[in-house]
């Protein structure tokens, strides 16, 4: 079945540094990708999201390509900011379906 | 605008207890979902409502599970008896199509069975 695939957390990392968090998915056709984002007390919400194929996706400094060739959508902040420090998950959607399928989510630390 | 709300926010029962979860989704949006969420664990969808009725329910355990949306609006989600492994998160979302992917989230219901 359809799966989405996240890197261990906790990352802990120190202000300003450049964050990666690994995503790669498993999917017949083509899905979208998504990256939600849990603040601390806050339900999820949507950071950004790719549609097809090389589509970039970018929001408050994040961005993250769309890689049919390696099933990937690894999200990426050049300088990360202790208000930065949440849980991220990254999810897929089949048109068909009408349902997100999210990994376990990533838990970034900041520390200033 | 107001958000998804979603009550209660906390709920501690023994277990075979029934216990009911409640939400609102945002104004005008015609789908509704209901996921849970266990510790270290992503969000998994238990049902999904568009409008009154419920078009994907094959997640729901529906020997102890149930959900209704009478008027297309306000969910309510049920579990009778509760089992030591249904604590978990239950999230509700709501969003104005299925299409875009982009749901919009409440803050949860933590329930914790003893």
């Known amino acids: 079945g359809d799966s989405v695939t996240q890197m261990e957390g906790p990352v802990t990392l120190s202000e300003e540094a450049f964050l990666t968090i690994n995503c790669t998915y498993t999917?017949?056709?083509?899905?979208?990708l998504f990256w939600y984002v849990q603040y601390p007390g806050e339900g999820l919400q949507l950071l950004l999201k790719?549609?097809?194929?090389?589509d970039k996706g970018s929001n408050k400094g994040f961005e993250a390509t769309y890689r049919k060739e390696t099933t990937s959508f690894h999200l990426e902040k050049g300088s990360v900011q202790v208000s930065d420090s949440a849980v991220y998950f990254c999810a897929l959607l089949k048109r068909s379906q009408g349902n997100l399928i999210f990994g376990k989510g990533t838990k970034l630390s900041v520390k200033p | 605008e107001a958000g998804v709300v979603q009550s209660p926010r906390y709920k501690i029962i023994e277990k075979k207890q029934p216990v009911a979860f409640w939400c609102n989704p945002i104004?005008?949006?015609?789908?509704l979902y209901w996921y849970r969420q266990n510790l270290g664990q992503g969000p998994e969808l238990l049902i999904r409502y568009e409008n009154e009725e419920a078009v994907d329910d094959s997640q729901l355990p529906k020997d102890r599970f149930s959900a209704e949306r009478l008027k297309g609006v306000d969910s309510t989600l049920k579990i009778q008896p509760a089992e030591l492994g249904d604590s978990a998160v239950y999230l509700c979302a709501s969003s104005s199509s299925t299409v875009t992917g982009e749901l919009f989230f409440g803050e949860g219901s933590r329930l914790t069975v003893l």
């Open positions: 790719a549609t097809k194929a090389d």
């Open positions: 999917a017949t056709g083509y899905p979208s």
């Open positions: 104004s005008g949006h015609n789908t």
